[in-house]
Nanobody
Framework: EVQLVESGGDLVQPGGSLRLSCEASGFSFGRSYMSWVRQAPGKGLEWVSGITSTGGTTNYADSVKGRFAISRDNAKNTLYLQLSKLRTEDTAMYYC??????????RGQGTQVTVSS
């Protein structure tokens, strides 16, 4: 069974930083493209970033490019998202996603990031 468990969300001031983690199990993590997505209050799901199975290629939404960094540790079956220069508009529930956009997409329970002074 696929399991994705996100952690690391918190309340942070504008301009601050956080690192989110996603522990994966139940599938071949090291062979899978992984994504981070988010959902702000009252809004739809937004793809944030993705990373190839080896970590060699990363992709970012324009809204986070230059501020967020995705990475992975295949030995630990863990996906990361480093958030920096946070803005109030980054406030959202953050999810890691397997097979984003596909019918068999799987996400975890999410971790809440709140950016507020």
């Amino acid at each position: 069974e696929v399991q994705l468990v996100e952690s690391g969300g918190d309340l942070v001031q504008p301009g601050g930083s956080l690192r989110l983690s996603c522990e994966a199990s139940g599938f071949s993590f090291g062979r899978s493209y992984m994504s981070w997505v988010r959902q702000a209050p009252g809004k739809g799901l937004e793809w944030v970033s993705g990373i190839t199975s080896t970590g060699g290629t990363t992709n970012y939404a324009d809204s986070v490019k230059g501020r967020f960094a995705i990475s992975r540790d295949n030995a630990k079956n863990t996906l990361y998202l480093q958030l920096s220069k946070l803005r109030t508009e980054d406030t959202a529930m953050y999810y890691c996603s397997l097979n984003y956009g596909a019918p068999d997409e799987r996400r975890g329970q999410g971790t809440q990031v709140t950016v507020s002074s």
